[in-house]
């Protein structure tokens, strides 16, 4: 921890700036307040970081901080909720100086203008351990709009945001895993600093029939919707949306599908077309149970472990 | 962590049962929800505890859990609300085991039914460092009801509820400190598991000018009340009540007034009596800054560290 500074004092010069919702009450109190409105729902959801086992110690301090925001950010808006703000536990090291904080506070300053939210409490504390980041994010929707996991229906169509297995190329690069080296930078930034789909998110609602944002590992987060739904999930292996510097690097669409960390939203809905949105149909579902992914002739693919696992 | 079980075994077998809202969805979506009502206001707070700093890593499993549950509700009793639910982030090291899982959920459990609060969402991961337990409290009042720091005026009286000082003590005799060994237990018992003023709190609505809840020390915390309000706080040092065991075992009040980790509610209030609420008054704001403690001859009484401090 920085010497000069005490608790309040690094409260004051780093996060007080960042608590620009007026319920924040400028974190001169002990808790925020949310004014209640009928017809509406508040989402609520958490996600925790630890250096060494989420981000590596020595990550840009910027984009550690995004990347804590941007997880929770996701979860909301795959859940089709308006982000409204985020609370932030963070246990620091000794070895966090002013300079570390000073680039922390920068990437959550420039997030929160990017989408729109607010730092509304938290607590800073001393840890003997690695820095860890505990950011429990609130958004809100329409009362009973939020999308759940739980509403795959068989005839659903399957889509997905984005692009898929980039952030798990670039965690293999940074991990010293070489080819392709010309994606590099993509790649990594694509694990680093992920885009959570905020405006998609409330645009799903009505849509999807359920959704969820992907994090484990495509095959393994679809499984979650098939779980709770009570359903069969059929991928096809080729519809899987790939970046050009992702096939380059690593054509295998196995590696792609169970990596995980890329924080797209995968759902389903009864409409075989959604309009303008930017998605690509990637499957449908059937009765029955599992996710299953097929190659070009209809085969299945094996899929030994199908995302990541923290234990 | 156990090997036999994966994180989502983990979750089913100690956390599940604890998710007993509604909008926490079993804990099988990404997020809890909870609908909004007009006129209601929702009150958000969060406190982490790391091992090492804010408990000793052998303390018992029930106990940890139960304080990092309880110093949330404490927070939130002290702005008049009345707590909902809480969502768990929670960093395991290798050495937690089964039993300690058992025990941890078995504590939660405990106080979910004492205080009628619901497990609502969270995360699990592992850590290579120290126990971390990162809580989020969500609590409701009506609408602009919500008790400030920044409310105190003078004229007002200042109350606190409980005794002061025990779980100071308590932790010194943890740390090896000697003396008035029949009342070692009760003073390790008010360090190990503080009591939220969960059914006071949502009393002080419309009493209570300014509030806050005593974690720091009683000083250091009317401190931020006098901070925030704009106002000096004087304190009849008789007046602060200290329980039996605490005077026997140290009967320093300066010690009592500073030690921190009581988590009972200190508030100001224009009224002198506050009819049968179980509070004692110990000063009155006046105009100015700072707090002062006055012995029996109204001298002032030196406070060299008015409470602890994180860094």
């Not at 995004?66 to 963070?90: F, H, I, Q, T, W």
């Not at 429990?136 to 659903?156: E, N």
């Not at 809905?269 to 303008?276: G, I, Q, R």
Request: charged letters at 20%.
């Amino acid at each position: 921890m920085p010497d000069a500074l005490s608790e309040f004092g690094l409260i004051a010069k780093y996060f007080v700036p960042l608590a620009t919702h007026p319920g924040a009450l400028a974190l001169t109190d002990d808790a925020a307040v949310l004014e209640e409105t009928a017809g509406r729902e508040l989402i609520v959801t958490a996600d925790a970081l630890t250096a060494g086992v989420h981000f590596l110690p020595d990550d840009p301090p910027n984009l550690i901080a995004s990347k804590a925001l941007r997880v929770n950010l996701s979860d909301l808006a795959a859940k089709g909720a308006e982000p409204v703000g985020y609370l932030l536990a963070l246990a620091l090291p000794q070895s966090v100086d002013d300079a570390w904080l000073a680039e922390f506070a920068r990437g959550l300053a420039e997030d929160q203008k990017a989408f729109g939210v607010s730092l509304l409490g938290g607590d800073t504390t001393a840890t003997p351990g690695p820095l860890t980041i505990a950011i429990t994010a609130l958004g809100r929707a329409p009362r009973g709009a939020m999308i759940r996991r739980s509403g795959a229906k068989p005839g659903d169509h399957v889509f997905v945001s984005g692009t898929i297995g980039d952030a798990g190329a670039g965690l293999a690069i940074l991990q010293g895993k070489t080819g392709g080296d010309t994606d590099a930078a993509f790649l990594i930034g694509r694990y680093r600093q992920p885009t959570p789909r905020v405006s998609l998110g409330p645009k799903l609602r009505g849509i999807a029939n359920a959704s969820l944002d992907v994090s484990d590992g495509l095959i393994a987060d679809l499984g979650h919707i098939a779980e709770t739904s009570g359903v069969r999930i059929v991928v096809e292996a080729e519809a899987i949306p790939r970046s050009a510097a992702l096939v380059r690097f690593d054509p295998d669409i196995v590696c792609a599908a169970t990596a995980g960390d890329d924080y797209e939203i995968a759902f389903t809905a009864s409409s075989p077309v959604t309009a303008d949105l930017p998605v690509t149909c990637i499957g449908r579902v059937e009765p029955g149970q599992g996710v299953v992914l097929l190659d070009r002739e209809g085969r299945e693919i094996p899929v030994i472990r199908p995302g990541f696992t923290h234990f």
